[in-house]
């Protein structure tokens, strides 16, 4: 019985030893000394894994920051005499005596000779990958407005500044162990480009951002809808991920594709390291880790690079490090469902269906790329047109931000997008509370033809108006080919209103100018999310008649906050103390407003008085 009992003790062990994930053997930086010779991993076509030796020459100090370290060495074997250090091998590993050292992250750039590389010790990667908390206010970065190709530059610059020299300087770097390698060698080296896949997009929409990306050290590659990259088993299942597997993060799925392709470090039970550098050093972000297949390496002068595409999605990236990107094993992040539809005066409808992550600067930005790219793909791209947009994004816990705008011109797609991306891109970077967007759906109707009308006469139709009473005010309006319509409000007439008032009928742009110099009405401060989603909803439209009925009864801005109808006595014990805050007395006073709903984008701005009848 004791020897039975004991037997089934030594069967649970083992059962819970064969379960437990291994914990990662590194070899010690301090340890490694010139001439060694390492094996590294990683594969250069296909789903094979091939070998390649790693001389190693040196140990570069405090070049990234206190106790950073780079591993100086000379890759041999494989393809890589021709190709030199290659895109896409970042996250490589590195062996010694079965011990892992770290991973294939930096090169010296273009044109080198010699493929001569940076190792990223892993037991830096992992302790980095190791630190949890949500991306902090002060960290995050913003898609700046409006978007221009400058202002998507300086963007992308402020969120890659990683790619900057590994040092500044040579006095930055302490070489160890290898005395003939100059410092000057760590201001050369930088991070193994990283392949970006794009599919979907039309050449003249994504062609701006492909030349800042490369700008900044990464490799733009045109492909096609991601591939279902599987590596198979004997059982016909998917292999398990392996140390220099390539991998893929996806930023955008569905019709359109953005991602990119890296190779693995090394699998701890269900984590996952790679790269050995940044993806884009955004911190803790929520991006889907994939399967990726390669399907050949392109030799170049430059940069050679592995083309790859990426596949299942098998996990999530949770940190986006200094020195590594890291995740886990098993379903991938909620995504941000999007429908796009488009429908042409042509008789053309195409309806669109993405994926994209909700991450404070990539949820703009490609908000942007995919209204942007559909607009572009399948409509002029010169020429005047017009574009309406409605729809709405569903932001979690706090009901809905809703579009509805008409866009028309020489350039619409861009207002047309901006306008979709411009609110999101504030809720994303507000300082209340982080934003989570369930959906985004969006139905545009296009037309080749301008659709604009300019406001060419007010009046009131009826009998004098009296105090309390309601009068028709119409508005007639003339297209742009000559044609003229007329809009009617019932206008309400406040029963406390005397003398003489005006009726402003206005476009948004020349109405919000007239507040600021008039009334000095000044942007509202929202106190919380709430609040700002209701200030975006309320944000004026192209397609709308905005009506102000004024009176002169006697008003004044205090705090930037517009006080009508003040007894003569209130005005002037507020004019004589104005230290409790800016006072301005003011004779147009706002007794009322309205909006008159439009098909046309209307422009100009008419302003009537009427006499009541007392």
Not at 66 to 94: C, F, Q, W, Y
Not at 370 to 389: D, H, I, W
Request: with cysteine.
């Amino acid at each position: 019985m004791t020897l039975r009992r004991s037997a089934v003790a030594v069967a649970l062990v083992a059962l819970c030893t064969a379960v437990l994930p291994a914990a990662t053997v590194s070899f010690p930086v301090d340890d490694l000394r010139p001439g060694m010779v390492a094996v590294g991993r990683t594969v250069f076509q296909g789903d094979r894994l091939e070998e390649f030796k790693v001389h190693i020459l040196g140990v570069l100090r405090n070049v990234i920051g206190t106790r950073r370290n780079l591993i100086l060495a000379r890759l041999e074997g494989g393809p890589l005499a021709d190709t030199g250090v290659i895109a896409g091998m970042s996250g490589s590993p590195v062996y010694l005596d079965g011990k892992l050292v770290g991973a294939v992250s930096y090169s010296l750039g273009q044109f080198s000779k010699e493929p001569i590389a940076g190792i990223t010790p892993i037991d830096e990667m992992i302790e980095a990958s190791s630190l949890p908390g949500p991306r902090p206010p002060a960290a995050r970065v913003e898609l700046q407005m409006p978007i221009t190709p400058e202002h998507l530059q300086a963007s992308l610059r402020q969120a890659f500044a990683w790619t900057r020299p590994f040092a500044s300087s040579p006095a930055d770097v302490q070489v160890i162990g290898a005395p003939g390698i100059n410092a000057a060698i760590g201001t050369m080296l930088r991070p193994i480009a990283t392949p970006l896949t794009m599919g979907g997009f039309d050449p003249q929409v994504i062609d701006p951002l492909s030349a800042t990306f490369r700008d900044l050290g990464f490799v733009p590659v045109m492909a096609g809808a991601a591939q279902q990259a599987l590596v198979p088993s004997a059982a016909g299942r998917p292999a398990p991920l392996r140390p220099g597997d390539p991998v893929g993060v996806t930023l955008m799925s569905g019709d359109l594709e953005f991602g990119a392709t890296g190779t693995v470090t090394e699998v701890d039970g269900d984590r996952v390291y790679a790269f050995g550098h940044p993806f884009y050093g955004l911190g803790p972000v929520q991006f889907p880790m994939t399967r990726a297949y390669v399907h050949v390496v392109l030799p170049s002068l430059a940069s050679s690079m592995k083309i790859a595409s990426t596949g299942e999605v098998i996990g999530t990236v949770s940190q986006d490090r200094a020195v590594a990107i890291a995740g886990t094993l098993g379903r991938g992040p909620t995504l941000i469902p999007i429908k796009l539809s488009l429908t042409s005066e042509r008789g053309i409808r195409k309806t669109f269906s993405l994926s994209m992550v909700n991450d404070q600067l990539f949820t703009p930005l490609l908000a942007y790329l995919s209204v942007f790219n559909t607009l572009a793909s399948y409509e002029r791209q010169n020429g005047v047109g017009t574009y309406t947009v409605r729809g709405s994004a569903q932001i979690r816990n706090h009901g809905t931000l809703d579009f509805d705008d008409l866009f028309t011109g020489d350039s619409p797609s861009v207002g047309v997008a901006a306008s979709v991306v411009g609110p999101i891109n504030l809720l994303m970077r507000n300082a209340f509370e982080n934003v989570a967007i369930d959906g985004l759906t969006l139905d545009i109707d296009a037309s080749e033809e301008p659709k604009s009308a300019t406001i060419e006469r007010v009046w009131i139709d009826g009998p004098r108006p009296r105090p309390g009473g309601t009068v028709e005010l119409k508005a007639q309006l003339r297209t742009y080919r000559g044609e003229s319509f007329i809009r009617t409000l019932p206008l309400q007439i406040p029963p406390q209103a005397r003398g003489t008032l005006s009726v402003m009928v206005s476009d948004a742009q020349r109405l919000s100018q007239w507040e600021a110099r008039e009334l000095q009405v000044q942007p509202l401060q929202a106190r919380g999310l709430p609040q700002m989603l209701q200030v975006l909803n309320a944000a004026r439209r192209n397609n709308r008649l905005y009506v102000r009925l004024l009176g002169r009864t006697g008003g004044a801005v205090v705090k930037g906050e517009s006080l009508t109808a003040l007894p003569a006595s209130v005005l002037t014990v507020m004019e004589s103390d104005r230290n409790g805050g800016s006072f301005r007395s003011i004779d147009d006073v706002l007794l009322g407003e309205w909006e008159i709903p439009a098909d046309v984008a209307v422009a100009g701005s008419r302003t009537i008085a009427i006499t009541l009848d007392n």
